[in-house]
């Protein structure tokens, strides 16, 4: 990712120089709350859509696979999307037989 140090660098006019560096602040923020997002609770219905299985499939996989996203329990049971979409990360790869 470009940083501000190398934009200031660039042998572009100030002009451009601005835009730029206003453009990689942005993306800079953005990330930041993306990162904040993932430590939102989501529903299970939620996280069976991050998933792409039903209630089935679903509680099948929290039984048998150990890094299950673990359920945080208030009031329903919800989940971390950071969890689960690592989780579903590290699912996919072994499907397609890229996990260690």
């Known amino acids: 990712m470009i940083s501000l140090n190398v934009v200031d660098q660039l042998n572009v006019p ?3 120089k601005g835009i730029i560096s206003l453009v990689v602040k942005e993306n800079i923020e953005l990330k ?3 990162k904040e997002g993932d430590d939102r609770l989501i529903t299970t219905g939620e996280a069976k859509e991050i ?5 089935k499939k679903f509680w099948d996989m929290a039984a048998n696979y150990d890094d299950f ?3 945080i329990k208030f009031g329903r049971n919800y989940y971390r999307l950071g969890d ?7 699912h996919i790869k072994g499907i397609n037989g890229e996990a260690k």
């Not at 998933?51 to 209630?55: E, P, Q, R, S, T």
């Open 14 to 16: 100030d002009d451009v």
């Open 32 to 34: 930041e709350q993306l």
């Open 51 to 55: 998933l792409l299985c039903k209630n």
């Open 69 to 71: 996203p673990k359920v």
């Open 84 to 90: 689960v979409k690592a989780f579903r990360d590290k």
